[in-house]
């Protein structure tokens, strides 16, 4: 990926932007942060206007973490269960700032709820996105046991995505947490049996083996930087590129 330049082309044209549930808390790192949310709207908004395909999948970390339920006794799949029903409300809560933005949005979810949203069904969102809809992806896979990284990596796979951009509170991928070490090494591109050898930490193994097997690159970038959506649209080289060596995916 090169640095963009004036009157450069999108180098995607159907994308999954994957937004941890944290990223639309805020500074209190729960709930829901209007004004956050709002900001996340308008920066897919941009890349909408461009005719970008975009699906976005959200997990729901703000809300509840299936993770912190079973480690402390509760039942697994109740506790992820829980999990997926807190992407829902996110994803909700996501649509109407997009709509707000005059921008069609659809919500699909792997656990029925049909008075809110439609049901995950594949060949359904791929017309909405032909038809420039953004389509959000909630209640994960509808699958305890996996996480919202691995539904990225699904559905991702399942639309013939060109990439998963996956939106962090960081500038890419380190070497080690560089929150705690200052000397921290940011990698700008990382083949993926080297995410899965070095446990960076990226997406969990199962997500990144979906993309490996998949041929499907993963951007990871800063979200908090306004504008870093498009940058990465355009082909600007931010953060981290994920991807295959010669012999290894794309």
Same mark, same amino acid.
């Given at each position: 990926m090169g640095e963009s330049s004036v009157g450069a082309k999108p180098v995607f044209?159907? %994308?999954?932007?994957?937004?941890?549930?944290?990223?639309? =808390?805020?500074?209190?790192?729960?709930?829901i942060d209007p004004a956050i949310v709002d900001g996340v709207a308008r920066q897919i908004r941009e890349i909408a206007v461009l005719g970008i395909q975009t699906a976005v999948v959200v997990g729901g970390g703000n809300i509840w973490r299936?993770?912190?339920?079973?480690? $402390?006794?509760?039942? $697994?799949?109740? *506790?992820?269960?829980?999990?997926?029903?807190?992407?829902c409300i996110n994803a909700l809560a996501l649509q109407d *700032?997009?709509?707000?933005?005059?921008?069609q949005t659809r919500v699909q979810t792997a656990i029925e709820m049909k008075e809110v949203a439609e049901p995950y069904i594949r060949r359904r969102a791929i017309r909405h996105l032909e038809k420039g809809r953004v389509v959000i992806f909630a209640a994960g896979s509808g699958n305890p046991y996996f996480s919202t990284d691995t539904t990225a990596a699904l559905?991702? =796979?399942?639309?013939? =995505?060109? *990439? %998963?951009?996956?939106?962090?509170?960081?500038?890419?991928?380190? &070497?080690?947490?560089?929150? /705690?070490?200052?000397?921290?090494?940011?990698?700008?591109?990382?083949?993926?049996? &080297?995410?899965?050898? $070095?446990?960076l930490g990226v997406m969990d193994s199962? *997500?990144?083996?979906? /993309?490996?097997?998949?041929?499907?690159?993963?951007?990871?970038? &800063?979200?908090?930087?306004?504008?870093?959506?498009?940058? %990465?649209?355009?082909g600007e080289h931010i953060g981290t590129y994920v991807r295959g060596g010669k012999n290894n995916g794309s």
């Open positions: 044209s159907r %994308v999954v932007l994957k937004l941890s549930g944290e990223a639309l =808390a805020g500074e209190k790192g729960f709930g299936g993770a912190l339920g079973w480690t $402390r006794g509760m039942d $697994r799949a109740t *506790a992820d269960t829980m999990g997926m029903l807190a992407t *700032a997009l709509e707000n933005h005059g921008v559905r991702a =796979a399942e639309i013939e =995505a060109d *990439a %998963v951009l996956k939106a962090t509170n960081t500038s890419g991928v380190y &070497d080690s947490d560089p929150n /705690c070490n200052p000397d921290a090494q940011k990698y700008e591109e990382i083949q993926y049996l &080297d995410v899965l050898n $070095r446990g199962t *997500a990144i083996s979906l /993309c490996m097997d998949n041929h499907i690159p993963i951007i990871v970038f &800063d979200l908090g930087l306004y504008g870093n959506i498009k940058r %990465v649209i355009m």
